[in-house]
């Protein structure tokens, strides 16, 4: 079977990991047929905006992309590719599993926990009042008159939506998720506790969604006790459900623990499509230099035979990225014991060392 799968290469050191993962990904023996996409600044002058409607409808129509990170320019009232890709296309569920291999330089070890996050509610829903304006001003004086309660006057304003919808379905996500790959536990994030009509929803909408999955163990954890314990005992958590705001903050805590950027995978998924990405951004700095660390997006490629339910050729790809890490010979700077190590190899060459690994285990 031959997959077509949109291929958004990205922009900064993008190109080169697209390549490096594209290489590996057809080294599983999987077929794919890639339709390349260019998203991002380079193409604002062509089309008039960094996301043409031709990259969304090859993603709408293949249903699967995997993409290069793409820069957000500062201060120039470029909307991010990256935000617009997750609203246009209704990806609600952020994905990022965090497991530590071995060989990877961490202080943690055994962490394997996959985090669920919300990806378009909560404070990033992006309605904000700025202080000052007379908009603001007529909702204190809304508040004031529906509540009774003062806001200052010299108050910004950012709006906080939770809905049971929303949270319907980032809760039915990670349990199906827990189903599919035999997990044994979600845990609901929140702050309850002083948010009840926001945070309170979310905790009661995922308390009634757990007891239609009898088969899959449901807790819940305040979200500031959680961190305590995910840096304690982060082996006590296995997948972790958390609204927008909450999700965000705890994926970077959990990068940190599995050893940072360079190993860290993701995806963001809805219904009808699924764009897979690793968490870091677009590295301006390296671009063109043979030198970032592949593996984040080559994981974020493992991700997406799992999600094609190609696991075999996902296990034997996630086996040989873990066996390079392990012998720690071709692995770039990142993943050497200094940054300065002269025995660092570049992005390409992680990629002819994974592709050796495929070929001596087939
Ligand atoms: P960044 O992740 O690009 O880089 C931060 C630092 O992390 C780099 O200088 C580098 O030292 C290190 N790093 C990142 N990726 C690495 C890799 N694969 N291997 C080794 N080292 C690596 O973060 P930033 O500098 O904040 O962002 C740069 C641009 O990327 C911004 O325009 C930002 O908006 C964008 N960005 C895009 C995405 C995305 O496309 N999904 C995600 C995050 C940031």
């Known amino acids: 079977m031959t997959y077509r799968v949109t291929l958004i290469p990205g922009d900064g050191v993008g190109p080169e990991l697209s ?24 193409v604002m002058d062509r089309y008039g905006t960094p996301l043409p409607e031709h990259v969304l409808e090859s993603i709408r129509r293949n249903g699967v992309a995997i ?10 009232g470029f909307r991010s590719v990256n935000v617009a890709l997750r609203k246009e296309l209704d990806l609600y569920c952020c994905l990022r599993p965090c497991k530590w291999y071995p060989g990877v330089r961490s202080r943690y070890q055994d962490v394997d926990v996959v985090i669920c996050r919300e990806n378009h ?18 909702l204190i004086d809304f508040i004031s008159e529906l509540s009774g309660r003062t806001i200052r006057e010299d108050s910004g304003i950012s709006i906080k939506p939770i809905s049971v919808h929303g949270t319907q379905r980032i809760v039915r996500y990670a349990f199906e998720y827990a189903r599919k790959y035999g997990r044994r536990k979600v845990t609901a994030v929140h702050k309850a506790n002083i948010m009840k009509f926001s945070d309170g929803l979310f905790l009661a909408t995922a308390r009634e969604v757990a007891e239609g999955y009898a088969d899959i163990e449901f807790e819940d954890r305040i979200v500031d006790n959680l961190s305590m314990q995910l ?6 958590y296995d997948v972790l459900v958390l609204p927008n705001l909450y999700g965000d903050i705890v994926s970077d805590l959990c990068a940190g623990l599995i050893g940072g950027l360079g190993v860290a995978p993701g995806a963001n998924i809805g219904d ?5 990405e690793a968490t870091h951004g677009s590295a301006p700095k390296y671009k063109g230099m043979n030198r970032v660390n592949p ?5 974020s490629g493992v991700l997406m035979l799992r999600h094609l339910d190609e696991q075999a050729a996902a296990d034997r790809l996630e086996a040989a990225i873990a066996a ?21 190899v570049g992005t390409s060459q992680v990629a002819d060392a994974v592709i050796e690994k495929l070929q001596t285990a087939a």
Do not use: N
């Not at 080294?27 to 047929?33: C, D, L, S």
């Not at 593996?295 to 994981?299: E, F, I, K, V, Y």
């Open 19 to 42: 390549e490096a993962t594209r290489r590996v990904l057809e080294a599983t023996g999987v077929g794919f047929e890639w339709e390349v996409q260019e998203a991002g600044a380079d």
């Open 67 to 76: 993409k290069g990170p793409i820069t957000t320019p500062v201060g120039t």
């Open 121 to 138: 509610e909560d404070l990033y829903a992006g309605i904000e009042f700025e202080v000052g304006q007379p908009e603001t001003r007529k």
């Open 231 to 236: 840096v304690q005992r982060p082996e006590e």
């Open 272 to 276: 009808t499509a699924a764009v897979f």
């Open 295 to 299: 593996m984040a997006m080559m994981l």
């Open 324 to 344: 390079v890490i392990a012998e720690g010979a071709s692995v770039t700077y990142d993943m050497k014991p200094t940054r300065d190590d002269p025995t660092a």
